[in-house]
């Protein structure tokens, strides 16, 4: 946008606006723009969205993407055998994945006459 079609714009939009359009062309980080100029982080998306939904500022820039997406694979189940013999006589088998069975199963056991 150049002076002719900022002379209508008040003086703060017409920082604002020069700040943006001098940010397009940084070649750091936002942030890194802000905190060089001495500016308020939060004022600067205030006013970048401000001038963006009043279609005074069009962003070229790349937006960061601080979120990567991550894609878990499921591990191989593993299980293994576990018997356990009741003082009954009674013996119980059960393919065992992991220490939560073996409390479940110990659990329910105690209740057995």
């Known amino acids: ?13 017409r920082f604002w606006l020069d700040h943006l359009q001098r ?3 940084f070649s750091g980080t936002i942030e890194d723009y802000v905190s060089s100029h001495g500016l308020v982080l939060s004022a ?3 006013w970048k969205k401000k001038l963006t939904e009043d279609r005074l500022f069009s962003s070229k820039r790349q937006p960061y ?14 299980s293994v055998t576990c018997r356990i013999g009741l003082p009954n006589g009674t013996t119980v088998e059960w393919p065992c994945y992991g220490e939560r069975d073996l409390e479940v199963v110990l659990r329910v056991a105690s209740t057995l006459p």
């Open 65 to 78: 993407n601080r979120f990567r997406r991550v894609v878990v694979a499921p591990q191989a189940v593993t």
């Open 23 to 25: 940010c397009e062309t």
């Open 44 to 46: 600067f998306y205030s």
């Open 1 to 13: 946008m150049d002076q002719r079609e900022t002379k209508g714009l008040g003086d703060e939009q």
